[in-house]
């Protein structure tokens, strides 16, 4: 899942505490930036976990086995989530069903999921509730709709209608990906267009849906296939392809929030909006065994487990603070994990999807030692496919601070490198070109080295630059987006040609 980074040392568990003594009697049990909680509501249990979104935490969609078909028990989705991440799982809990079913034989997967900007699943332009969290951190809570569009050379564009669900009309166009997992018997020959490395790699008539491991494919219904002929939007092989997401969110007030967002689980019922009760209280008379989140107003986001019904949560919640919050997947599904190995409610049935709470990989100490895997990516800077010595660290690109000067030298954001002596540092100078000292994209990495945890000292212009550093035998590398960040060019990640992209002709943005 892209990384999502929250910073800050905001403590308010005495706060918490007190006002539970007062409302609920509630129990806590805190440990760092995950608190442990329960309460009694009319005579049942709440089992609760306050993650900080203030500390130093990511946020993890975890997929099993990263197929839509898989499910797995809690804990082997959280041992499937701490090897991949490659750190401990300090709070999780279950999203929403979004295994595929089987309707006559043809995938129907449920819900939609949004994992680092890339749509494992959902069918576009329909509203739905959900659960997202920004690529700087923030959850958020909100009915939205989803559109994706794929751009291709020339200027056509299309808009396929569902990712990973089936739809029998003759004018759909859908869009599924290797997510999908199995493979599946159309009732009827259909054009597919295979996608791949940022280009159609093939055009063939299939009835059997399969989709190779890093490949997307594009299917055409018979009218959806007349019509893009006749329009001129149908692809070539060889014709480049651009993906794009797009969420639109019900009030526009938070729409540029909405446009940060790397990670979604549709869900719903919403239960509270704008501190309001969001009226779902009439939705349902008896109580279920629920999972369910809320945004509280302190900032930290509240994940929850139990039996009751929407309004007695709403009303719950908004007495505890809660800004927003939602109802997720519930039960025999419900599954509510917080640190020290401690389910809080264990799920009772094997599941397809989990939100997990890590460490940033930033909070690691300095000399500490981590994988550095050569990075695979193409790198382009203005259009240029650049031979970088660069790594992937933590799911992060680490590049040569010189390779980054001497490539935007002569650009509207090339700046100078030197050594600082008296401040035992590396001393930047925007707007200066770059002098060449020799060994510059030099060396690319071959094979898995270890890197540790670096403290080079980085001022530019005189300002202390708060950068993310490895050190790999005897070579800085510095995190990509820092950079982008700190000297302010764009730094772009193409998901379905799967390339890196400098830009100087733009400045930064998340």
Known sequence: MKTLKQRGQISLFISLVLLAALLLGTAFSHAGSVSRASASLDGKNLQLAFVDLNSALEAHLVLADGSLQAEKTGGELLSQAADEIGRPVLAAINAARAAGVEAGSLPQAEGALLQDGKVLCGRCGESFPALAFTIDGKALIDNVKMEIELSFHGGARVQPQSVNCWNAGDDALLLFTEELGGSWILPSPHLAAVLRDGKVT????????????????????????????????????????????????????????????TDLVA????????????????????????????????????????VARYGELSNFLLRLGAVSAISLEGGDASMLFAEEGAFLRLPLQKISELLVFTESAETLRNGDAVEAIPNSSPVFVNGWEIPFDAYRINGYNYFKLRDIAYVLSGTEKQF?????????????????????????????????????????????????????????????YFKLRDLGRALDFAVLWDETARTVSISTDSGYSE
Not at 239 to 255: I, P, T
Not at 276 to 281: E, I, L, N, Q
Request: with cysteine.
């Open 416 to 476: 100078e490198v030197s050594w600082d002596g008296p401040r035992n540092s590396i001393s930047l100078s925007s707007d200066l070109p770059y002098t060449r000292v020799g060994g510059e994209l030099t060396g690319k990495g071959a094979g898995v080295r270890q890197a540790t945890v670096g403290s080079a000292k980085v001022y530019l212009d005189g300002e202390t630059l708060d950068l993310s550093v490895f050190f790999i035998e005897g070579n800085n």
């Open 202 to 261: 093939e055009l063939a008539r299939v009835q059997n849906l399969s989709v190779a491991p890093g490949s997307q494919i594009l299917l055409y219904g018979s009218k959806a296939e007349q019509a893009a002929k006749a329009d001129g939007t149908l692809p070539a092989v060889g014709d480049s392809v651009e993906y794009s997401v797009f969420l639109l969110c019900d009030d526009n007030a938070r729409q540029d929030l909405w446009n940060r967002v």
């Open 267 to 306: 869900c719903g019922p919403i239960l509270v909006q704008d501190a309001r009760d969001a009226g779902t209280s009439a939705l349902e008379r008896e109580s279920h065994q629920r999972s369910f989140a809320a945004v509280m107003r302190d900032g930290r986001l509240l994940l929850g487990s139990g």
